[in-house]
């Protein structure tokens, strides 16, 4: 069962989705749930979806991923924000960690800036 955290909401009046709708892109396009999931690949998925969830928003996605050996607890105390000079009205960011099986983490982040001008 995986473990989730919301980790912040929507920084703008204009978001893509729902941070429900996010938090179920983001879980549910991870491919392998194991240490050796290709991120590349998974940060992919989630943009697809994100595209077809919003036409009129450009997405950046930052992922983390935190691989503790054997599953050992751990703690590494890091801290990732993001920051634009960007329209608080129409563009935002959105991140959200969460540990699909004990001693793997994820921490993504969405950025979404809009097509709109």
Not at 7 to 15: A, F, M
Not at 37 to 64: G, Q, R, W
């Amino acid at each position: 069962m995986t473990k989730t955290q919301v980790n912040s909401l929507p920084s703008s009046n204009e978001y893509p989705v729902s941070p429900e709708k996010l938090i179920s892109i983001i879980e549910k396009c991870l491919p392998d749930t194991s240490p050796y999931c290709d991120v590349a690949a998974y940060t992919k998925l989630v943009l697809a979806e994100l595209d077809k969830a919003s036409s009129v928003h450009k997405f950046v996605i930052s992922v983390t991923k935190i691989d503790a050996a054997k599953g050992y607890n751990f703690d590494l105390g890091i801290d990732s924000y993001v920051g634009g000079a960007w329209n608080k009205a129409t563009d935002g960011a959105f991140t959200h960690a969460f540990e699909p099986i004990p001693g793997l983490q994820y921490l993504m982040t969405i950025v979404w800036l809009s097509k709109k001008p």
